[in-house]
Structures are given as C-alpha cells and as structure tokens.
C-alpha cells in the first residue's frame, strides 16, 4: 500500500505502527461527537455522573473506534496499515461493547431506550459501509447520525425522556455537523486526489482545516461549558 504523498488529514501521524492506530481514530472528529453526547446531558435537569460516563464510553467504541474501523475498510481513506482482520475484529468488539453499554441502562431508562440503541447499532455499518447502495451515506444523514443523535441520546440516558431544549440543542448540533461535513468534504478531495494532490499549505486546504480546527475546539469547549453548569 502506498504512503507517500501529504497526509489524508490534519490529524494524521506519520504512517507505521501504533500511530496508525492514532489516526484511525479520527481525533478530533471523535472528540466534537463525543462533545454532542456531553451537551445533551449537561441540558437534562439533573446531571448523573456516571451515566454520563457510560454514554461517552459507548459513542466512543461506536463512533470513535467501530465506525471508523468500518471506514478505513471500506476504501482505505486514510491509508493505513492496519490489518483488515484487525479492523473487523476491532469494530465488531468495540459496536458490540457499545450495544452491551446501552443494554445495561434498560433497567434504569426502561423500554424507550432500546430505539436509541437500535439505531445506533445499526447506524455504523449501515453508513460507514455504504450499505443499500450508499443512498443513505449523505450530507443530511451524517449531520442527523453524528449530530443530533448523540446530542438526544446523551439528554436521554440522563432523563428518560426528551424535552424541548434537547430537540433545538440536537437541531443545532446538525447544523455544525453539516458545517463539518461540507469543509471536510472538500479538504479530503484536494488533499486525495490520486493524480495531483493539492499541498496542504495551499488556501484552498488550509483556510477550511483552520475552520474546522477551531470548530473542534468551540464545540469540546461548549460541552464542558454546560456539564459544568
């Protein structure tokens, strides 16, 4: 496999070894997902540490680690060297870990939460593999999956029930996942193009990466603002 050529993405190491493993997980997009689960706890009226702890725990193995396993299986995107058995192995264990998370918080949230784990489960392969065709591997679906699913399921697991200020917190959450999904989007065909990459000091690279850099950090640090409100 190729690895010459600029870097896939911002975040990505330099190629080989454990640091593969690092870029694989996508850091700073697994952070600002993770950051839509903390709002939407951080909004439920009372906050329960522990759970919270456990909805990251579970969107961290399902986004963080399944489904980008699933991504870089389907295509190679970011050209690692990870074996394609330890991808496989790695986003079964870590969706199935996910699924047994939300399955122990049944007793406490009763049998509405079983939707959010169903779809959440069925959300990573579907998507990162491109499942009936791709026709739900859309701008829109992303924003809805990664974005405002996580943002209502972290207010679930805290309240059992869904409110007002989580459905205009998860709408929000969608709009700056579709934000990060046009500015990616277009950073990922200039910097992979097969016949010409573009230079990644090139405007046209580095403008949109700077804007999602400092979205990353807005969202993370918005989360943080309201758990500790």
Do not use: K
Not at 20 to 30: E, F, R
Not at 104 to 127: E, M, S
Request: charged share 15%; aromatic share 8%.
């Amino acid at each position: 496999m190729r690895t010459d050529g600029p870097p896939r993405a911002f975040y990505a190491l330099a190629p080989g070894g454990w640091r593969d493993y690092v870029t694989l997980l996508h850091p700073p997009y697994t952070a600002w997902h993770l950051a839509y689960v903390a709002i939407g706890a951080g909004l439920a009226p009372t906050l329960d540490p522990a759970r919270l702890v456990a909805s990251l725990a579970a969107f961290a193995l399902a986004v963080g680690v399944a489904a980008h396993c699933l991504d870089e299986l389907h295509g190679r995107p970011l050209r690692t060297t990870v074996p394609d058995r330890v991808l496989r192995v790695l986003s079964v264990v870590s969706l199935g870990g996910a699924v047994v998370i939300g399955l122990t918080a049944l007793d406490d949230l009763g049998a509405g939460f079983v939707a959010f784990v169903a779809v959440g489960a069925a959300a990573v392969p579907v998507y990162n593999l491109e499942l009936f065709g791709g026709r739900l591997h859309t701008d829109a679906t992303f924003a809805l999956l990664w974005g405002a699913f996580p943002v209502l399921t972290g207010y679930f697991a805290q309240a059992g029930e869904l409110a007002p200020a989580a459905i205009a917190a998860a709408a929000a959450a969608a709009a700056m996942s579709l934000a990060q999904r046009r500015l990616s989007t277009r950073v990922r065909r200039l910097r992979r193009d097969p016949v010409a990459p573009t230079d990644p000091a090139d405007p046209a690279v580095a403008v949109p990466e700077a804007a999602l850099r400092a979205l990353t950090w807005a969202v993370v640090l918005l989360a943080v603002a309201v758990v500790a409100a």
